[in-house]
């Protein structure tokens, strides 16, 4: 079985979306830029949507910043699509 995206959840920063998954993550990351993304496969490919500033996932969540301009629904996607990859 392939992990999921169970829950999306706005905060109180509008640039940013919770995504809740149906797996616990190893350990704590926050990557803030492409670069450092490189070796966490299931970051590189949520930065690889475009439009996405920052990546922060423990526990059983990943939370995405978007750029001003970003698109939710293809950063969403992406995220949804990583998840079942990566996890």
Known sequence: MMAEVVLVATTPNPNAM???VDVPLDGMFNVTSPDDAETIPLVKAIFDAGGVASVFGTSDFVTVTRTDDADWAQIEQA??????AHL
């Open 18 to 20: 919770k995504f809740t």
């Open 79 to 84: 995220v949804r699509a990583a998840v079942a």
